[in-house]
């Protein structure tokens, strides 16, 4: 299954342990048998709200595959670690590209609008009149 991992690290953790920290994570989705497909650092971004009395945190968006049951691992690592302020862990929904899009309803022909009550057609004299 694929999966998508959003991350906020402390901007307390230096630039190296901050790469570790990263890699670590990295490195065990792969002991788990998954496979990372992309890392994203976003940086240092303001927080929607103060989190440990903190206004910024440092961004990381992973997108992975692993074993349905790993996701519940990773939040148990994620929670123990003093350094990662929030986390977010969501299944990757794939759209299939084998299911036909659904038929086109005809649509159906109206007859043309009538005069609405109290209107009267102008009536045009012919130019031989």
């Known amino acids: 299954m694929d999966y998508e991992l959003l991350y906020i690290i402390d901007t307390a953790v230096e630039e190296e342990p901050r790469k570790e920290l990263i890699e670590r994570y990295n490195a065990l989705i792969a002991q788990h048998g998954g496979k990372v497909e992309k890392v994203e650092e976003w940086g240092k971004r303001r927080l929607a709200y103060l989190v440990d009395d903190k206004p910024e945190g440092y961004y990381v968006l992973l997108n992975f595959s692993a ?7 990773m939040e148990r690592n994620m929670e123990i670690d003093d350094n ?20 086109q309803r005809p649509v159906p022909q109206t007859a043309p609008a009538e005069e609405p009550a109290g209107v009267t057609a102008a009536i045009v004299p012919d130019e031989g009149e």
């Open 84 to 103: 990662v302020m929030r986390y977010l862990i969501t299944r990757v929904e794939h759209k299939r590209s084998n299911v036909k899009p659904r038929a």
């Open 67 to 73: 074993d349905p049951v790993f996701p519940k691992e």
